[in-house]
């Protein structure tokens, strides 16, 4: 079964940036669209940005765009997430995961997550 990865998460100031990775192995990693999600306290885990499989398409959610960046590196079995202009609002657990695109989860399982926080 696949397994997923995340890393890079922390405490950050509104304003700064961070850079998330998620590596995957266990099935064909190139042939699966990925995607981020994450989930704040008291909150369901949502939806964030995705990527095709061959990094030449990306979708984002309305409150991340023009400030997070999705991408891949199929050599390595790893799907980055740029996050820039951070703001508190983003502070979550996040999550990778294989995607129907654009936007639901494949598989039922997931990773321990990273957790981002960021103050005000």
């Known amino acids: 079964q696949a397994q997923m990865v995340e890393s890079g998460g922390g405490l950050v100031q509104a304003g700064g940036s961070l850079r998330l990775s998620c590596a995957a192995s266990?099935?064909?990693?190139?042939?699966?669209?990925m995607g981020w999600f994450r989930q704040a306290p008291g909150e369901e885990r949502a939806f964030v940005a995705a990527?095709?499989?061959?990094?030449?398409?990306?979708y984002y959610a309305d409150s991340v765009k023009g400030r997070f960046t999705i991408s891949r590196d199929n050599a390595k079995n790893t799907v980055y997430l740029q996050m820039n202009s951070l703001k508190p609002e983003d502070t979550a657990v996040y999550y990778c995961?294989?995607?129907?695109?654009?936007?639901?989860?494949?598989?039922?399982?997931w990773g321990q997550g990273t957790q981002v926080t960021v103050s005000s």
């Open positions: 995961n294989a995607i129907d695109w654009p936007n639901i989860p494949v598989f039922d399982y």
């Open positions: 266990g099935r064909t990693f190139s042939s699966y669209a």
């Open positions: 990527i095709n499989w061959s990094g030449g398409s990306t």
